[in-house]
């Protein structure tokens, strides 16, 4: 019933730009948290910016910190990854995910998601 749908992946030179959107669908719920993560060769997924959907307050992973925004658009039932100043360690998966509607706790935390995109690759090249 919960769809996300993830687009705007592709490929780019380094130092080059992307916009990643998120459309949910199905989640009756307000509140939780939205995320976007992302897996790279070698590496389980992890996450790199993540929001309270009412409150939101932007977290952000130490490795993407002023590259990377967040943003979303309730009304649109839609969020946004601009990844900015890309490096090729940022090649790889991106998914976008929601929680049940879950209220407290952190956003950060991997395990509180349990809707999930299909995910789009994104791949910087040198």
């Known amino acids: 019933q919960v769809q996300l749908v993830e687009s705007g992946g592709g490929s780019v030179q380094a130092g080059g730009s992307l916009r990643l959107s998120c459309v949910l669908s199905g989640l009756k719920y307000s509140s939780g948290c939205m995320g976007w993560f992302r897996q790279t060769p070698g590496n389980e997924r992890a996450w790199v910016a993540v929001?309270?959907?009412?409150?939101?307050?932007?977290s952000y992973a130490d490795s993407v910190k002023g590259r990377f925004a967040f943003s979303q658009d309730n009304a649109k039932n839609t969020f946004y990854l601009q990844m900015n100043s890309l490096k090729p360690e940022d090649t790889g998966i991106y998914y976008c995910?929601?929680?049940?509607?879950?209220?407290?706790?952190?956003?950060?935390?991997?395990?509180?998601?349990?809707?999930w995109g299909q995910g789009t690759q994104v791949t910087v090249s040198s």
């Open positions: 929001a309270n959907r009412i409150f939101g307050e932007p």
């Open positions: 995910a929601a929680d049940r509607g879950l209220i407290g706790g952190s956003c950060t935390s991997t395990d509180r998601y349990i809707y």
